[in-house]
């Protein structure tokens, strides 16, 4: 489970029988503090790629915009592809399985969703 911020829109496709697929990243920050000898240590951004599919997909393509706040929880998946230039690349994914839309609708530009609004 994560609790984070939206980086941008999602970026949403059509597949088969108009199923659906979304991507978005997500970030997480971890507050700074300071140690006992008044050494400061800053905040630390964290950005995780979530994956959201079929039902869950379109309600993320409807309600979820840039800088709203989420609550998900989900499974991990890795992956590897080679880019363009034939070099392979490792990625690690958050597939979603339930999300819950944090951000007070009138904070969420042209969210409809209610605030709280839980989606499996």
Known sequence: MLIGNVGKDPDVHYYDADQAVAQLRLATTEKGYALPNGTQVPDRTDWHNLVFYRR???IVESYVHKGDKLYI???LKYRTYDDAKGQRQYTTEIVVDSMEMLTPKAQSANAEAPK???FE
Do not use: F, V
């Open 116 to 118: 709280g609004a839980a």
């Open 56 to 58: 869950l997909a379109k």
């Open 73 to 75: 929880e989900g499974r």
